[in-house]
């Protein structure tokens, strides 16, 4: 009898286990919603190994899971999930570490040109046409780009200029990642915002940590849309879109109340301003993510409001992570106080 209440009390008082998931959906989500039926229940700590598809639905077989993305009634960027997480409440914090983020397939794609909307108005552009069908059905403006994932390099196919050897270093990323959005909303997977969504920052890679508000039970985590590549800003529209292999932990914290998300990695502290590209003003970003740094150093790492100003007035770093979208703020590691 007495080792029976040890038993119950060890399970009383000691947390579960964490558990690893292998997880393979065949089918995918066009939005970012509490209201969709989850791929997985998991605990906090749990580890869970999946794919994501391509921005137009391809997979690391190359097979067409979207037969026309883009064409109503579908949309790009499918996603992965809902993941729903126990124990996630309204006010939490959903902190999810990126272990892995591998590429997966050989090929890749991007735009064949800059957007019209980030240069002066009225310059003279080439032509946006690089070959009919070579992507998709009736689309010539796009363009495959060969991965080397020996040698982890990235090359346009086929391009035809001066010769030159772009031979890029490949960093993937997700460009679509995040929670359900506060109240009823739903969000397709074009836009971003204070849940994350369609941020498209070159920073979640393997290695990060991102930290989501909650504002449902469960917080229903998705991910998707892989990038091998990207620029800041993203340029092109697109990064050089692939799919992935993806093995992320998540963990719930308790009460955090944030009202961005936020990101940590080997060498900054980043606060994302995120929201929809091309709708609004970079400064209004700027102006989010700057808000909640301060707030950042002076919870967490405990430093006076002068002292988090003129810390942020003298090392602060910005990049812009969507032309007239999002921006983040960055704060080298080295200068904060351990906590």
Same mark, same amino acid.
């Given at each position: 009898?007495?080792?029976?209440?040890? &038993?119950?009390?060890?399970?009383?008082?000691?947390?579960?286990?964490?558990? #690893?998931?292998?997880? !393979?959906?065949?089918?995918?989500?066009?939005?970012?919603?509490?209201?969709?039926?989850?791929?997985? &229940?998991?605990?906090?700590?749990?580890?869970?190994?999946? &794919? #994501?598809?391509?921005?137009?639905?391809?997979?690391?077989?190359?097979?067409?899971?979207?037969?026309?993305? =883009?064409?109503?009634?579908?949309?790009?960027?499918?996603?992965?999930?809902?993941?729903?997480?126990?124990?996630?409440?309204?006010?939490?914090?959903?902190?999810?570490?990126? /272990?892995?983020?591998?590429?997966?397939?050989?090929?890749?794609?991007?735009s064949y040109r800059l957007s019209p909307g980030i240069l002066n108005a009225g310059v003279k552009l080439y032509d946006n046409f690089y070959k009919m069908d070579a992507l998709r059905p009736q689309r010539a403006d796009l363009i495959p780009w060969d991965l080397d994932l020996e040698r982890g390099v990235a090359n346009?196919?086929?391009?035809?200029?001066?010769?030159?050897?772009?031979?890029?270093?490949? &960093?993937?990323?997700?460009?679509? $990642?995040?929670?359900?959005?506060?109240?009823?909303?739903?969000? #397709?997977?074009?836009?971003?915002?204070?849940?994350?969504?369609?941020?498209? !920052?070159?920073?979640?890679?393997?290695?990060?940590?991102?930290?989501?508000?909650? =504002?449902?039970?469960?917080?229903?985590f998705y991910l998707g849309d892989g990038h091998a590549l990207q620029g800041d800003g993203e340029g092109l529209g697109t990064g050089i879109e692939t799919s992935l292999d993806v093995q992320f932990t998540v963990r719930v914290q308790k009460g955090k109340n944030l009202s961005i998300p936020r990101l940590v990695n080997?060498? !900054?502290?980043?606060?994302?301003?995120?929201?929809?590209?091309?709708?609004?003003?970079? /400064?209004?970003?700027?102006?989010?993510?700057?808000?909640?740094?301060?707030?950042?150093?002076?919870?967490? =790492?405990?430093?006076?409001?002068?002292?988090?100003?003129?810390?942020?007035?003298?090392?602060?770093?910005?990049? $812009?992570?969507?032309?007239?979208?999002?921006?983040?703020?960055?704060?080298?590691?080295?200068?904060?106080?351990?906590?």
């Amino acid at each position: 009898m007495k080792n029976h209440a040890i &038993r119950l009390w060890l399970a009383a008082v000691l947390p579960l286990a964490a558990a #690893t998931h292998t997880i !393979y959906p065949e089918f995918h989500s066009r939005v970012f919603s509490a209201y969709k039926e989850p791929v997985l &229940r998991i605990n906090s700590g749990d580890t869970v190994i999946t &794919r #994501t598809w391509d921005s137009g639905g391809q997979d690391h077989k190359g097979v067409r899971h979207i037969q026309h993305p =883009y064409v109503f009634p579908e949309s790009g960027n499918p996603l992965m999930g809902p993941f729903y997480v126990e124990g996630a409440e309204l006010g939490d914090a959903l902190e999810v570490r990126l /272990d892995k983020v591998r590429l997966n397939r050989n090929w890749g794609y991007t735009s064949y040109r800059l957007s019209p909307g980030i240069l002066n108005a009225g310059v003279k552009l080439y032509d946006n046409f690089y070959k009919m069908d070579a992507l998709r059905p009736q689309r010539a403006d796009l363009i495959p780009w060969d991965l080397d994932l020996e040698r982890g390099v990235a090359n346009p196919r086929l391009l035809q200029g001066s010769g030159y050897k772009f031979d890029l270093p490949v &960093r993937p990323m997700l460009g679509c $990642i995040g929670v359900a959005p506060p109240g009823e909303r739903v969000e #397709t997977s074009g836009p971003a915002g204070s849940y994350g969504g369609n941020m498209d !920052y070159s920073d979640i890679a393997e290695g990060a940590t991102l930290y989501f508000p909650v =504002y449902h039970k469960g917080a229903y985590f998705y991910l998707g849309d892989g990038h091998a590549l990207q620029g800041d800003g993203e340029g092109l529209g697109t990064g050089i879109e692939t799919s992935l292999d993806v093995q992320f932990t998540v963990r719930v914290q308790k009460g955090k109340n944030l009202s961005i998300p936020r990101l940590v990695n080997d060498k !900054y502290l980043i606060s994302i301003g995120a929201q929809p590209e091309f709708s609004n003003l970079m /400064d209004q970003g700027v102006r989010m993510a700057n808000t909640d740094m301060v707030r950042w150093l002076t919870e967490e =790492y405990k430093l006076t409001a002068p002292e988090a100003h003129l810390l942020m007035g003298t090392v602060v770093e910005h990049k $812009i992570v969507t032309y007239f979208g999002t921006m983040a703020t960055m704060v080298p590691r080295k200068y904060l106080p351990k906590r």
